[in-house]
Structure formats: structure tokens, C-alpha cells
Nanobody
């Protein structure tokens, strides 16, 4: 099994930045892709971005592309989400996810999930 724990959430001012961390433990060697999803009240869980361990390839949703960076430290089994120029629409519960199979934008591809961490963008 793989356990994922998010950290770094909280209140962020509009236009500010946030940096979330996801620490993985357990059978981390089996994971091929790490991803971030988010879910706002009344909305479906949506893909934010991902990183593939093998080559560092990243993928971003249009809503965050250009102002977000996903990075990973394989030795530390940790993945990060840096988001700049945040806006109210970024308010959501952010989830870290891991897949042992392939890089995908669908949540169904990911077997392991963190409990989620709240990010609130407000003045």
C-alpha cells in the first residue's frame, strides 16, 4: 500500500502563491505517476496536474497552466504543487494521488489518495 499526506494548505490572498507538498510512504517504488486534483463544493473532482517519475514529464490542466508548477523529489518520495497568481476559483480541497499504471487526467487511474487539504483564496 501507499500512503499520501498533503500539507501546506490554508488561506491565500488573491494574486498570491501557494505551495503544497505530498509525502508518500509505503510501497512507493510501485508508483509511476503522481498527480494533484481538486474539488470545490458542488463540483466534480478535477485534474490539476501530474508528474511522471521516470522522466519528469508534467501535465497541467488549462485552468492552472502557465501559473503552476509540479515538481517531485523521488528520493524523498515527495511531490509539490506551486501555484502563483491564485484566484478565488482556485479555492478547493486539493488531493494528492498516485498511480501504479500510467499518467492520466482521470481520477479513475489513480489507486492511492491523500485525505485532501483545504486551500482558500480570499482577501
Amino acid at each position: 500500500q501507499v500512503q499520501l499526506v498533503e500539507s501546506g494548505g490554508g488561506l491565500v490572498q488573491p494574486g498570491g502563491s501557494l505551495r503544497l507538498s505530498c509525502a508518500a510512504s509505503g510501497r512507493t517504488f510501485s508508483t509511476t505517476t503522481m498527480a494533484w486534483f481538486r474539488q470545490a463544493p458542488g463540483k466534480e473532482r478535477e485534474f490539476v496536474g501530474s508528474i511522471t517519475w521516470s522522466d519528469g514529464t508534467t501535465d497541467y490542466a488549462d485552468a492552472v497552466k502557465g501559473r503552476s508548477t509540479i515538481s517531485g523529489d523521488y528520493a524523498k518520495n515527495t511531490v509539490y504543487l506551486q501555484m502563483n497568481s491564485v484566484k478565488s476559483e482556485d479555492t478547493a480541497t486539493y488531493y494528492c494521488a498516485a498511480s501504479t499504471r500510467f499518467n492520466s487526467r482521470t481520477r479513475y487511474a489513480y489507486e492511492y489518495w491523500g485525505q485532501g487539504i483545504q486551500v482558500t483564496v480570499s482577501s
